[in-house]
C-alpha cells in the first residue's frame, strides 16, 4: 500500500478518535446532560409515525376545519378545491345508501383533507352529523363513503343532591344533564309526583357516563338510585335478566308501570284531563279529554309502552299524530308533533323509543304534546288510572339480586352526603 495513504488514513483515525473522547460526556454526567435529554430522544423516535384524524394520516395533507353554513351544499363547499361537478353529481347518487350529502345539517362540523402541490384539490371529506359518529367521503381514485362510530368509553360516576327548588334545578346544580334529570323521571315518577318535592328531599345515584375523545356524549344506564322524599327513602336497583335493564326495589318489586308517566323529555303538565273545560274564545265547554305536557319545539316524544302504530297521519285539530295499541286494553295517542320519527304505520315500538318531536301543528296555540289515552276505547284520565305495574323479580333471580342489592347500598352509602343539617333546617322553615 503507498505509505503517504497509510499516513493520511492513520492522521485522519487519530483526529476522528480525539474529537469523540472531547464530544461525548462522561458517565458521571449524562443523566445531567442537557445535550440529549430523554424527551427528546423520545419525540424523534416517534416523529416519523403518520398521525391519524377519522382514519386518515393528517401529515399526507392539509386540513381545513368549518361548520355548515345556512344553504349551503356539498358543492358549494367542495367546488373551491377543484372536485369536478360531475364527481359531486356521482357523490350525490352513491352517497344516498350511506349518508346523502343533501343532509348536511347548519353549524355541523365537516372537516376537507386536501392536496396543496401546483392547485387545491380535495381528497376527503369529513361530516359530522353527531357526537356519536363521523361520515368519510372519499373523493380520490374510486369516489367512496364511509359512515363510522366513534369508539366510546363508558365511565361510572356518582351524584348526590338536595332539592332546594326541582329536581331538575337540582341535578344541573350537580353538573348534570337534562337526560340524567330524564331518566330519574322515568325511573320515579310513578312513586314520587315532582309536585310534591319539598326543600331538604334528596337523592343519590350511580350512573354511566359515555366519553368521546374525553367529552362526555350523554349518560348511559342507570345503575342504582336512591331518593329520600319526605324522611322515606325510596330504593331503585337496575338488574339485568337479559332483556335489559330494569328497576327494582328491595323487595323485588317493579318500582316502573308498563307505562312511562312521562312521554315527553324535559317536559311539563300544563293542562290535564278535564270533560267539564269551559273556553272562552268559544264561548262554550269543549271538553280536554288528554294530557298536555308543554315542552320546546323538537323535544323527543317517546312511546309510553311497548306497541304496534296504529295510526300515522294529519288531521286539522290534531296535527301530525300518531296512535299505539298497546294491548287489548290499552291505546296511546300523541298529537302536534312538528314531525315524525323513523318508526312506520303498522311497526312495532318499544317504550321509551322516540316516535317524534313536540311542535304546534294542527289545531294548538303552542308548543306541546297532547297526549290521549283510551281504556277499552274510552278515553280516560291517564294519571288517575291504576296502571299495571312492570312485572316482580321471579323467586329464582332474588338471591342473585339481593348480592347485587347489598353491593348497591354500600355504594350509595359511600357517596358523601352534604346536606344533612341543610335538610333540617328547610324542611323546618
Known amino acids: 500500500m503507498n505509505k503517504r495513504l497509510v499516513a493520511i488514513i492513520g492522521v485522519a483515525l ?24 430523554e424527551e427528546t430522544l423520545v419525540e424523534e ?38 372536485i ?53 367521503y372519499q373523493l380520490t381514485d374510486s369516489l367512496g363513503v364511509f359512515r363510522e362510530l366513534r369508539e366510546i368509553e363508558i365511565r361510572e360516576r356518582t351524584m348526590a343532591g338536595v332539592i332546594s327548588q326541582t329536581l331538575d334545578h337540582s341535578i344541573r346544580a350537580e353538573g348534570g344533564s337534562p337526560a340524567l ?24 345515584i350511580i350512573y354511566e357516563d359515555r366519553i368521546v375523545d374525553g367529552k362526555s356524549v350523554g349518560i348511559g344506564k342507570i345503575i342504582s338510585a336512591q331518593f329520600n322524599h319526605i324522611k322515606n327513602d325510596y330504593m331503585a336497583y337496575g338488574y339485568d335478566m337479559g332483556d335489559g335493564l330494569e328497576y327494582f326495589d328491595e323487595a323485588g318489586e317493579s318500582v316502573q308501570k308498563a307505562f312511562l308517566r312521562y312521554p315527553v323529555e324535559f317536559s311539563r303538565i300544563s293542562s290535564r284531563y278535564n270533560p267539564a273545560r269551559y273556553l272562552k274564545m268559544y264561548g262554550r265547554v ?46 296511546t295517542g300523541y298529537l302536534h308533533m312538528n314531525r315524525f320519527g323513523k318508526f312506520k304505520l303498522g311497526q312495532r315500538v318499544r317504550k321509551g323509543q322516540t316516535i317524534g318531536y313536540v311542535g304546534s301543528t294542527g289545531s294548538s296555540t303552542g308548543n306541546h304534546l297532547c297526549f290521549r289515552f283510551w281504556k277499552r276505547g274510552k278515553q280516560v284520565d291517564f294519571l288517575k288510572e291504576k296502571l299495571p305495574a312492570e312485572k316482580p323479580l321471579p323467586t329464582d333471580e332474588l338471591v342473585r339480586f339481593s348480592a347485587l342489592m347489598s353491593l348497591m347500598d354500600k355504594r350509595l352509602e359511600d357517596i358523601p352526603n352534604t346536606w344533612s343539617d341543610k335538610s333540617v333546617s328547610a324542611s323546618n322553615r
Open 14 to 37: 487519530i483526529a476522528t478518535f480525539t474529537l469523540v473522547y472531547i464530544l461525548t460526556p462522561s458517565s458521571s454526567n449524562f443523566e445531567d446532560s442537557e445535550v440529549f435529554p
Open 45 to 82: 423516535a416517534a416523529e416519523g409515525e403518520p398521525l391519524f384524524k377519522y382514519g386518515i394520516p393528517v401529515d399526507l395533507f392539509k386540513t381545513q376545519e368549518g361548520r355548515i353554513k345556512r344553504n349551503q351544499t356539498f358543492a358549494d363547499i367542495l367546488l373551491p378545491y377543484n
Open 84 to 136: 369536478s361537478r360531475q364527481d359531486i353529481f356521482n357523490m350525490d347518487k352513491i352517497s344516498r345508501d350511506v349518508f346523502s350529502v343533501r343532509n348536511l345539517v347548519t353549524n355541523k362540523k365537516y372537516t376537507v383533507f386536501y392536496t396543496d402541490d401546483s392547485f387545491k384539490k380535495a381528497s376527503y371529506f369529513v361530516y359530522e352529523p353527531n357526537d356519536l359518529e363521523y361520515v368519510v
Open 181 to 204: 334529570v330524564n331518566a330519574m323521571a322515568d325511573i320515579f315518577g310513578w312513586q314520587i309526583d315532582p309536585r310534591t318535592l319539598r326543600k331538604g328531599d334528596w337523592f343519590k
Open 286 to 331: 269543549k271538553p280536554h279529554l288528554g294530557t298536555d305536557f308543554a315542552a320546546s319545539k323538537n323535544t323527543p316524544i317517546k312511546a309510553a309502552a311497548d306497541g304496534v302504530i296504529v295510526a300515522r297521519g294529519f288531521t286539522r285539530p290534531n296535527g301530525n299524530y300518531i296512535k299505539i295499541k298497546h294491548n287489548g286494553t290499552y291505546t
